[in-house]
């Protein structure tokens, strides 16, 4: 059974997911629109800047995130000095490192849906007179779907298993930055393997059934296309 502290860490980090993934699909619709379509010189800079986080270490990028939003840092510094409260061990910090760090899960699913559409049906739909928002929200959307499926699910998976950002940025304080890996941490820290294994259970039940929903709705799409 869950403790008080691990049901506060579990709504945390469903909502710091969830947020964070409708955050994601909203900047990374129009990047990765872009990015499928563009043949800019700077495109592959800009593939590898978003695939970073996939090669680097979460704690080095929490740890230079923790510099730019803390009271020192250039975010942070003018947080203060507007008299706002610096982003770092804060929720809005933790959804800003789960962006960056959930950027390419998100983004690269998007990108491929893009390029796997080809430029034939915009064509097509460009003869009937529709105009270039109405053919991406009446063709592209409804063909995309799958891998708008795809993007939602890896980023919401992703963020529901972050520890090294998270920690780094916003810290383990109970009820308002303590997500549920913090909580395994702090159990296995403390010895207490079999609370240990309630939240692990939890987090591993989640992801099985995220990754699942994905596999069966895309096989569904799959066989509805055929």
């Known amino acids: 059974m869950l403790t008080d502290t691990d049901t506060t860490a579990l709504i945390i980090t469903l909502q710091l997911a969830a947020v964070t993934t409708v955050i994601l699909l909203l900047l990374g619709t129009p990047l990765a629109w872009w990015l499928a379509r563009t043949r800019s010189p700077v495109k592959p800079v800009i593939d590898a800047i978003i695939a970073l986080p996939l090669v680097l270490p979460p704690t080095v990028l929490g740890f230079y995130l923790l ?38 899960f998100v983004v690269q699913p998007l990108q491929d849906a893009f390029a796997g559409i080809g430029r034939r049906p915009l064509e097509v739909a460009a003869t009937l007179r529709a105009k270039p928002l109405d053919r991406f929200f009446s063709v592209v959307l409804p063909l995309a779907r799958p891998g708008y499926l795809t993007a939602a699910v890896l980023g919401f998976a992703h963020t529901l298993g972050e520890f090294g950002v998270v920690l780094m940025i916003g810290g383990n304080i109970p009820g308002a930055t303590k997500v549920l ?8 820290e403390s010895l207490q393997y079999g609370q240990a294994h309630a939240v692990s259970a939890v987090l591993i039940v989640l992801s099985f059934a995220l990754l699942l929903t994905v596999y069966a709705l895309n096989r569904r799409f799959r066989v509805i296309r055929l």
């Open 67 to 104: 510099l730019v939003l803390g009271p020192n840092g250039a975010i942070g510094g003018l947080m203060e000095s507007i008299g706002a409260r610096p982003l770092a061990f804060t929720f809005t910090g933790l959804v800003i490192g789960s962006v960056i760090y959930s950027l390419p």
């Open 181 to 188: 890996s913090i909580a395994i941490y702090d159990h296995v």
